[in-house]
């Protein structure tokens, strides 16, 4: 098994910053991904960035040259935004796997993108 804590969200005023972290913790040998996915009131869930154990990483096209999935262990990962829109507020989650096959997931943080 495999726990993820986020923490970092907030409320941010459109074209702000804001940096998500996550922390894992228990079995991390058995994963060799982990993403960021967001979901908003009323929308389906989407996969916002992901990273892998060699540090490639893929990003939806919306946030491509915004936001920044980055680790600096194999415990955190973190989600760097810039130049926030009121598009972007959502529940951020934090998720954990093999490959695409996310299969630990966080309870999330809540990001508010308002003026």
């Known amino acids: 098994q495999v726990q993820l804590v986020e923490s970092g969200g907030g409320l941010v005023q459109p074209g702000g910053s804001l940096r998500l972290s996550c922390a894992a913790s228990?079995?991390?040998?058995?994963?060799?991904?982990m993403a960021w996915y967001r979901q908003a009131p009323g929308k389906e869930r989407e996969r916002v960035a992901r990273?892998?154990?060699?540090?490639?990483t893929n990003y939806r096209e919306s946030v491509k040259g915004r936001f920044t999935i980055s680790r600096d262990n194999a415990k955190n990962v973190y989600l760097q935004m810039n130049n926030l829109e009121p598009e972007d507020t959502a529940t951020y989650s934090c998720?954990?796997?093999?490959?695409?096959?996310?299969?630990?997931w966080g309870k999330g943080t809540l990001v508010t993108v308002s003026s």
């Open positions: 990273i892998t154990s060699s540090g490639y």
């Open positions: 228990g079995s991390i040998g058995s994963i060799n991904a």
């Open positions: 998720a954990a796997g093999v490959s695409y096959d996310m299969r630990y």
